[in-house]
């Protein structure tokens, strides 16, 4: 499953890239985040706050902070540097987990209970197709044309699908 997020990944920055300049702080949709704010959204909850919860036990995610660290990011180039950073450390943090971490209980702040390792990865999942489907919104009502949702071959290398094992089965796309 990471691996299929890693190549979702490497379109979400290419859609990032896409988004004019001039647009980032712009709202699209009056009452939701801006580009920016949801990019930030997406990268410090999303994907690096989650992985490094179920890697830890513990999901740490403060949506409290997205605006100020949004206002930090003051071109696309840093936004788009910090969502690589952020995804580096999702990555790190992911490549510690075991089937152990995925059976365990993970605390977050929104459940008493917690949740299932293998259900906070589902999260990262979910949370990322529906975000990443909020970005597609807003670059076509910014007038751009995204970059199609399964070309994982124009990734950068680093997200291009790994090459299937001999004699491993295609995946399904």
Known sequence: MWD??????GITLR???SLPSDQLDAHPIPNMRTAKELVVHVYDIVIKSLAEGLAS???QADESAEKAIAAGLKSKQELLDWATRCWKDADRAI?????AHLAANVKTPWSAEGMK????MGAIYDELVHH???LYVYARA????????WDFAHNAPEYQPEPAAAGAPAAAV
């Open 117 to 120: 390792g293998s259900h906070v």
């Open 57 to 59: 036990g513990t999901i």
């Open 142 to 149: 910014f007038g751009v044309e995204p970059p199609f949702l």
């Open 4 to 9: 299929h997020i890693r190549e979702m990944n």
């Open 15 to 17: 859609l990032i890239d």
């Open 132 to 134: 990443r489907g909020q």
């Open 95 to 99: 490549a510690m987990v075991s089937d």
